[in-house]
């Protein structure tokens, strides 16, 4: 698959029981913000770009590669897609140390992958003093920037973070706020975020996407579109 920056287009429908998501949208390289309530279809759109869930219908592209085509039966499995997932679990193995977690994510990089150095990842999240340590000693905050180091060691071409925030407090998400923001400058990685957090979307994002009831409601830059969805 290519490296050249990653714009994702996205045209997908998918039935889950009473649910239905139809879409068509393209994220440009940044960090691009999915934006709506829950139950909005945002969750499902990661896990269809991931590889997780299998559209009905539909098409997905990461730069020039098609990763789903349903009427061609293309769909290339996760492993191959080099998508980092950030979740609002860390989802971190208790039995492995932090500098064992993280190098964990190197299993899933193309030998041939341009890999960020691990010394510019510990830098950039702060987590040096971290490494020895297993994740039932670290807080909150600190398992999600752990989280962070491991999707960035697998050479992704693409980041997506699942409310990465959701389950922290004001304090832990003062922590990590800036580190995102230091991924998004910094880090040549596009990045695809949800979050049905206002404050989030306008402090991160450099494009949105507003969605409701598996619809895109509004797509532009995030003033616009919190104005348009009604929550600005």
Not at 30 to 52: E, M
Not at 53 to 61: A, F, L, N, V, Y
Not at 88 to 117: K, M
Request: proline share 7%.
């Amino acid at each position: 698959m290519s490296d050249a920056p990653v714009p994702v287009s996205v045209q997908c429908a998918v039935r889950l029981g009473t649910f239905t998501l139809d879409v068509d949208f393209t994220a440009a390289p940044g960090l691009t913000v999915l934006f709506g309530p829950s139950g909005a279809g945002k969750t499902t759109i990661l896990n269809l770009i991931a590889g997780l869930q299998r559209p009905d219908r539909g098409r997905i592209t990461l730069g020039s590669d098609v990763v789903v085509e349903t009427a061609r039966n293309v769909f290339v499995p996760p492993h191959r897609r080099r998508i980092g997932l950030v979740f609002q679990d860390a989802q971190l193995f208790p039995h492995l140390t932090v500098r064992q977690n993280i190098a964990f994510g190197r299993w899933f990089a193309r030998r041939a992958a341009p890999c960020l150095p691990l010394d510019q990842v510990v830098g950039i999240l702060a987590i040096g003093d971290l490494l020895d340590r297993r994740p039932a000693r670290l807080s909150g905050g600190e398992k999600q920037r752990v989280s962070l180091a491991r999707a960035l060691l697998c050479a992704p071409r693409l980041l997506l973070m699942d409310e990465p925030l959701g389950g922290l407090d004001d304090a832990r998400r003062s922590e990590i706020l800036p580190l995102i923001e230091r991924l998004r400058d910094e880090v040549a990685i596009p990045i695809l975020y949800v979050t049905h957090d206002r404050d989030e979307a306008l402090r991160l994002a450099s494009h949105a996407i507003a969605l409701d009831r598996g619809r895109v409601r509004a797509a532009g830059t995030p003033g616009k579109v919190l104005r348009r969805s009604g929550a600005g």
